[in-house]
């Protein structure tokens, strides 16, 4: 874990002016506590936490767990992406339509048929058509 101080990040315990109470450090007279997540990450999160020197907390998800977890994180990068409107941002909601497809079991191509299906009954969003009342 890291607290900031300023411009400067110190690894907990090796700022100056650090002391720690077992689940927390004081710096001066800011209290920094862990960070706690409860979230889906990709798989090499933790090592790259503990490669900076942090230490995560986790567990594996069994298969309900995890759908529910991968249909927040949908919706925690699709949020991201209509902050940001980047590329790095809509890869990430690609990333967990990914994950969403293998843990169904289907491929790119079924869901490229409905959507095709969906496209020649409905049509697509080409012509930009806001519809105020029906």
């Not at 409860?38 to 503990?50: A, F, P, S």
């Not at 690609?94 to 843990?103: G, P, S, T």
Request: hydrophobic fraction near 35%; include cysteine.
């Amino acid at each position: 874990m890291q607290a900031h101080t300023g411009s400067h990040f110190y690894p907990l315990n090796s700022h100056p002016n650090c002391s720690t109470g077992g689940r927390y450090a004081t710096i001066g007279v800011l209290t920094f506590y862990p960070m706690r997540y409860n979230k889906l990450v990709r798989d090499k999160i933790i090592e790259i936490v503990e490669a900076r020197g942090g230490q995560a907390t986790f567990h594996v998800a069994d298969q309900a767990e995890y759908w529910q977890k991968l249909k927040e994180k949908l919706r925690e990068e699709v949020e991201e992406f209509m902050e940001a409107e980047s590329q790095e941002e809509l890869a990430d909601v690609f990333e967990v339509i990914d994950a969403l497809l293998k843990e169904k079991g289907w491929s790119d191509a079924d869901i490229v048929a409905v959507q095709d299906k969906k496209r020649k009954e409905r049509g697509g969003f080409d012509e930009r058509i806001i519809l105020e009342k029906s």
